[in-house]
DNA sequence: GTCTATAATTCGATAGAC
DNA sequence: GTCTATCGAATTATAGAC
C-alpha cells in the first residue's frame, strides 16, 4: 500500500480519520454526524465527503482493525490464556478502532459483517496454533471473541461501575484462566 | 402495580409495548422509529406520544427488565456455574427485552446507566449468596456480566457465525464452568 | 380517543462558484 | 482543492379538528 508519491492531502485524510475513530467510538455509527467528524478535524464537512465518498465507506476506512495479535506458540503453552488476555487489555486501553467497532456493531450491520471478518482471518488463524484440533479453531475463537467483547463492553462501552475500576492485571488474572481453557481445554467440563 | 380499574386503552399500551421491544432490540434506539413501531402495532403514531410522553420513555417502559434469577442456594453448590448459564440462554432465547437493552446500550447512556441498576438490584444480591465473601460480590457479578452479556452480544446482536449456530446445551457447558469460576473461585487462578 | 396537518430540526448528499 | 448554498428526506413533537 501506500501507492506512488505521497499527496498533499494526506495529512487532511488522516486527520478525518482520526477525528471519525473518536466520533464513532464514542457515539455509534447513527449518531456519529459527518458535520461533527469535520468540525473537529477543523475542515469543511464537504472535504470528508470528496475523500471518502459516503459515510458507510468512512466508517469502513475508520473500523480497519489490526488486533496485532502475537505468536502464541512462542511461550510457555499453559499460559497462552493469560498472555491473549494481556494482549487484548493493553491493545484497548488506548485505541479508539476496536470501541468504534464494537459500539458500532450493535446497530450497524455492516460493522457487525466487518467485526466477522476480523475475527476470522485474525482471531481463528492463531487460535488454530494453539488449540488440540484445529477444526475447532472457529468454535473455540467464536468462545474467546465472546468473553473478550464482554470484557471490552462492561469496561469501555457500558462502563460498568466495579468492570472499569479493576486495575488491568486483575482484569487480565481473571480472564485468562477461562481464555485458557476455551483455548486448549479437552473438554467443556474441567 | 396494576393499580385501580383496568382502563379500556390497556390493551393499546401493551400492543405499543410489544412492538417497541421488537424495534428496539432488532434495530436499536436511534434506528428504531416512533412512526415504524406505531405501524408495527396498527395504531396512530399519536398514541405511542400520548400514552409515553416522548421516545426516552417508550424505551424506558420497553428496557424494564426483570432477569427472573432463580434461587441458586437451592442446588449442588458445585453446579450453579452451569445452572446460571442454563438460565441465561433460555431467558434469551425467546425474550426480546434483554436485546434491545443490551444493543440500544451501546449508543444510549440511558440504557447504559438502566443495565448498571439491573445489575446492581438483581444480579449483585444473588452473586452474595453463593460467592464466598460477600463484600466481593459486586466484582465477581462484573465478572458474570461480562461473560453473560459477550455471549449475548455474539450470539444475538452480531450473530457471529460459529456461535449463533452452537446448540444452547453446548454454550451452556462451556459457559457453565467460567461463570461458577468467577462465582466461587478463591484466587483468580484455578 | 383518534387522526390530519404541520412545525422545527437535523441529516446525508449534491451542484457549482472560485 | 475548498467553500457556500441548498436540496430532499427523515425525524420527534405539537396543535387542534372531529
Redesign the pocket.
Known sequence: MTHGKP???DA?RAAILAAARERFAAEGY???????IAADAG?????V???Y????R?FAAAADVDLRLPDLTAGPPDQVGTRLARHFLARWEHDEPMAALLRAGATNEAAAQRMHGILATQLVPVVATVCPDPSQAPTRAALVASQVLGAALCRYVLRLSPFTEMPAEDVTAWLGPTLQRYLTALDPMV
Open positions: 499527496r498533499r492531502s487532511t447513527e449518531r456519529a454526524t459527518i458535520r461533527a475542515i469543511d464537512p464537504t472535504m465527503m470528496r475523500y465518498g459516503n459515510k458507510e468512512l
